[in-house]
Structure formats: structure tokens, C-alpha cells
């Protein structure tokens, strides 16, 4: 049996919640829906086109920190409601206490707030120290009536301001559209909060972005003295990417579960999945044949030939017993047409997380 361990993101491959977008939405009145997609659309345009030196992809989870504190918004609270409204992947409860099972280290990689990490974690049986999150002490910062009554101001702004709609190629389109937008988010952003006392909270907050993703796959095989190469990675989004790019250069298993099509595009295997079940399996098959083993089931080309699955008893079981009356589909980078493979993955997607939330990268 080979040598494992499995590195998990947590928003998409274990939870359907986007939590900071939920804590937008609850708590920043009026319309909190709106300024988050505002921001992470920002994001985008921060990444893809601008490429602001120091700022990476999901970085939006630091700039909407001053207004969640503006809005009363404090550890305790952040907690509770991120303990409260933990929506998991159908399926999860059962595959990762099988998974758990299995006698492999399994970690969770996550850009949440650790709040919200530990809230999932908790409830599929991580340890806390196999939690990699974005660290957040709210409480650490003061904030003056006057500064919170700005905050509200500026986030007044941002909602009243033009849609920010990025074309898909944004790097070579014309933006005159959002222009007027982006302006307005680059004045507020690295003008208007950098002079505020508030403003050393989003400058201080490091995220767990795509390049600490892959760092934090490098420390957990640290901790537990194993080999890129026993790396599985499971993610679903572009800051997933970086880590998906170790995992395979290392000779790793990169594994897109209803991703985007950035993640479609950096991983080895695409499950489109209702379910948390067809990850045990494939970890189960992995453990019995290596990862040719799950290449070759994963594979549409050879989906008919593949070896008979004989696993025991006590395997097959709970697995078979989890995939009952789910839908999956599981395809390898060889698969033809990868645009109907991204195109099935993002259905999938907004099928369990919502429109709303599968939008966001």
C-alpha cells in the first residue's frame, strides 16, 4: 500500500459556502451582495489585468475587512454565524468519516477565515492542527466612530458605481465599459484606506492566496515527513492552481472537484460530482492501485476497459452505499473537448452552490 496523504481546500470540495460573500451579504447594509461582488470582480481585474505588484488572486477577503468592521462585525460574531450557516458538500459527513478512517493524514487548506475553516473542519473531523487558513483577529484593531461612519460612505460608492463586467479574455479587451468603476475602486483602495488609521488592518492580514496554498501543501508534508509525490491535492478554484502545479511537478495527484475552469485546466482528474462519495473513492482506489490506478478509472477513453474494482468488502460498501442515486462523472486532462468538461464542471457547480457563488472565482 503506498504511501498517502490528502490535501483539501474547503470551500466547493467540502462546503457549498462562499463565507465571505455570506458575511457581506448578512452584515453590510445596504446591499452587501452587491459590494462583495464589486470587490471580487475587482479582484479579477487586480489579477488578470492591472497585475498590481503584492496583490494575488482572493486578496478580496483583505480589502472587505474595514467595512465588516464598520459594520460591528467581531471574532465572537464572525464565529458564531460562521459555525451556524456550514452548508457541506452532500455526501461529506459520510466520505470523510470513512476517509478518516483510512489511517492517512488529511489536512485542510483553506483562503477562509479561520473561523469558518475550523467551523467545516470541526464538523468533518479535522484536527485543528491540520488547518491551514487565513488568520483574523478583528478585535486587534480599533476603529473611531468617524472612520466607520467613512467606511459606510465609501461602501456607499462602490454599490453606486457601474457594474464591474469583465470579458472573458480581460487582458486584451477593451474596458472602457468599467472604467469608470475601476477608478473609483482604485481611489478608495489604495488612496482614500491607506490614509485611514483603519487601513493597517487589510495591509496587515496575510491570506492564504494561491502561493501560500502551495506552501502550506509543502509544510504538511513537513509535518507528517512525506513525499510530494504521496500527494493528493483537491481543489476547485484559481487560487488552487498554484498548489495543483506542485502537487503534479512533485509527481502528486491533482484532483479539480466542480471547479472553475482555472481549475479544470491546472488539475489531472475532473470529478463532476453531487456528492463528497466519489473522492472516497478514488482515495480508496489510489491506496489499492496507485494513482495509474485512478488515471485509467478517470480516463473516458478506456472508462469500458478498465480492471474490474475489487475492493474489500468493508471498502466497496460505505462507498457504494454513498454513490447511490448520485451523479458523477470522472475525466483525465486526455479527454477530448475540455471546454464541454469545464462546461459540465461549472454546471455542476451552480447546481449546489448557487449562480451567485459559482461566479465567483
Same mark, same amino acid.
Given at each position: 500500500? !503506498?504511501?498517502?496523504?490528502?490535501?483539501?481546500? #474547503?470551500?466547493?470540495? +467540502?462546503?457549498? %459556502?462562499?463565507?465571505?460573500?455570506?458575511? #457581506?451579504?448578512?452584515?453590510?447594509? !445596504? *446591499?452587501?451582495?452587491?459590494?462583495?461582488?464589486?470587490?471580487? @470582480?475587482?479582484?479579477?481585474?487586480?489579477?488578470?489585468?492591472?497585475? @498590481?505588484?503584492?496583490?494575488?488572486?482572493? &486578496?478580496?477577503?483583505? +480589502?472587505?475587512?474595514?467595512?465588516?468592521?464598520?459594520?460591528?462585525?467581531? %471574532?465572537?460574531?464572525?464565529?458564531?454565524?460562521?459555525?451556524?450557516?456550514?452548508? =457541506?458538500?452532500?455526501?461529506?459527513?459520510?466520505?470523510?468519516?470513512?476517509?478518516?478512517?483510512?489511517?492517512? !493524514?488529511?489536512?485542510?487548506?483553506?483562503?477562509?477565515?479561520?473561523?469558518?475553516?475550523?467551523?467545516?473542519?470541526?464538523?468533518?473531523?479535522?484536527?485543528?492542527?491540520?488547518?491551514?487558513? /487565513?488568520?483574523?483577529? =478583528?478585535?486587534?484593531?480599533?476603529?473611531?466612530?468617524?472612520?466607520?461612519?467613512?467606511?459606510? @460612505?465609501?461602501?456607499?460608492?462602490?454599490?453606486?458605481?457601474?457594474?464591474? $463586467?469583465?470579458?472573458?479574455?480581460?487582458?486584451?479587451?477593451?474596458?472602457?465599459?468599467?472604467?469608470?468603476?475601476?477608478?473609483?475602486?482604485?481611489?478608495?483602495?489604495?488612496?482614500? =484606506?491607506?490614509?485611514?488609521?483603519?487601513?493597517?488592518?487589510?495591509?496587515?492580514?496575510?491570506?492564504?492566496?494561491?502561493?501560500?496554498?502551495?506552501?502550506?501543501?509543502?509544510?504538511?508534508?513537513?509535518?507528517?515527513?512525506?513525499?510530494?509525490?504521496?500527494?493528493?491535492?483537491?481543489?476547485?478554484?484559481? /487560487?488552487?492552481?498554484?498548489?495543483?502545479?506542485?502537487?503534479?511537478?512533485?509527481?502528486?495527484?491533482?484532483?479539480?472537484?466542480?471547479? %472553475?475552469? &482555472?481549475?479544470?485546466?491546472?488539475? $489531472?482528474?475532473?470529478?463532476?460530482?453531487?456528492?463528497?462519495?466519489?473522492?472516497?473513492?478514488?482515495?480508496?482506489?489510489? *491506496?489499492?492501485?496507485?494513482?495509474?490506478?485512478?488515471?485509467?478509472?478517470? #480516463?473516458?477513453?478506456?472508462? $469500458?476497459?478498465?480492471?474490474?474494482?475489487?475492493?474489500?468488502?468493508?471498502?466497496?460498501? !460505505?462507498?457504494?452505499?454513498?454513490?447511490?442515486?448520485?451523479?458523477? %462523472?470522472?475525466?483525465?486532462?486526455?479527454?477530448?473537448?475540455? &471546454?464541454?468538461?469545464?462546461?459540465?464542471? *461549472?454546471?455542476?457547480?451552480?447546481?449546489?452552490?448557487?449562480?451567485?457563488?459559482?461566479?465567483?472565482?
Amino acid at each position: 500500500m !503506498p504511501n498517502l496523504q490528502l490535501d483539501i481546500d #474547503c470551500e466547493g470540495p +467540502l462546503a457549498l %459556502n462562499d463565507n465571505a460573500f455570506e458575511l #457581506c451579504r448578512e452584515f453590510i447594509q !445596504p *446591499q452587501g451582495d452587491r459590494f462583495f461582488r464589486q470587490v471580487s @470582480r475587482y479582484d479579477d481585474y487586480l489579477v488578470e489585468v492591472a497585475k @498590481r505588484p503584492g496583490y494575488k488572486t482572493g &486578496d478580496s477577503l483583505k +480589502l472587505i475587512l474595514p467595512f465588516l468592521k464598520a459594520h460591528g462585525l467581531t %471574532n465572537a460574531r464572525i464565529e458564531a454565524y460562521s459555525r451556524k450557516n456550514v452548508t =457541506l458538500v452532500p455526501g461529506a459527513e459520510g466520505a470523510f468519516k470513512f476517509l478518516h478512517s483510512r489511517d492517512f !493524514p488529511i489536512f485542510e487548506i483553506s483562503t477562509s477565515y479561520r473561523p469558518f475553516a475550523e467551523a467545516v473542519g470541526l464538523k468533518l473531523g479535522f484536527k485543528k492542527a491540520r488547518i491551514f487558513a /487565513t488568520e483574523l483577529d =478583528l478585535d486587534r484593531y480599533s476603529l473611531s466612530a468617524a472612520e466607520a461612519e467613512e467606511l459606510k @460612505r465609501l461602501q456607499g460608492e462602490i454599490v453606486a458605481a457601474p457594474a464591474i $463586467e469583465l470579458p472573458p479574455d480581460a487582458a486584451a479587451a477593451d474596458l472602457a465599459p468599467v472604467a469608470e468603476a475601476i477608478a473609483v475602486l482604485d481611489r478608495i483602495f489604495w488612496e482614500r =484606506l491607506p490614509a485611514m488609521e483603519i487601513g493597517a488592518l487589510f495591509q496587515e492580514v496575510n491570506l492564504i492566496g494561491g502561493p501560500e496554498k502551495a506552501k502550506a501543501v509543502t509544510d504538511s508534508l513537513a509535518q507528517t515527513k512525506l513525499a510530494m509525490a504521496d500527494m493528493v491535492y483537491v481543489g476547485d478554484s484559481i /487560487t488552487d492552481v498554484p498548489a495543483f502545479e506542485a502537487v503534479r511537478a512533485g509527481g502528486g495527484l491533482a484532483i479539480s472537484f466542480n471547479g %472553475n475552469r &482555472d481549475a479544470v485546466n491546472a488539475a $489531472e482528474v475532473i470529478v463532476v460530482a453531487d456528492s463528497a462519495w466519489p473522492l472516497a473513492m478514488l482515495m480508496a482506489i489510489l *491506496q489499492l492501485w496507485g494513482k495509474e490506478g485512478v488515471l485509467e478509472v478517470a #480516463c473516458p477513453e478506456t472508462r $469500458e476497459k478498465s480492471r474490474c474494482l475489487v475492493l474489500p468488502e468493508a471498502v466497496i460498501e !460505505p462507498i457504494a452505499m454513498g454513490l447511490e442515486g448520485r451523479v458523477f %462523472n470522472l475525466y483525465d486532462q486526455s479527454a477530448d473537448n475540455l &471546454d464541454k468538461v469545464v462546461e459540465e464542471s *461549472q454546471t455542476m457547480r451552480a447546481k449546489l452552490r448557487g449562480e451567485a457563488v459559482a461566479a465567483l472565482k
